[in-house]
């Protein structure tokens, strides 16, 4: 299993429900979190053969920002 971790501006449990939905539908994806008391908000995901770009897209199309660390 791979894990990557991002900075995000996923900063409330509005905004995580608001993500689910798109992360939940890729089948690449086992595991993910977001550290909302985090300063930098760290979305940490967790799977097999993950993409950073397929997880950037898929953020970014939920309409958050996002950048890996």
Do not use: R, Y
């Not at 690449?28 to 997880?55: H, Q």
């Amino acid at each position: 299993m791979e894990t990557l971790h991002f900075k995000t501006n996923i900063n409330c449990g509005g905004c995580i429900a608001k993500v689910t939905p798109f992360l939940n539908q890729l089948e690449e994806v086992e595991n993910w979190k977001v550290d909302t008391a985090n300063p930098d908000k760290i979305l940490t995901v967790s799977g097999e053969e993950l993409s950073c770009e397929l997880i950037q897209q898929t953020v970014g199309q939920a309409g958050f920002k996002i950048e890996q660390v």
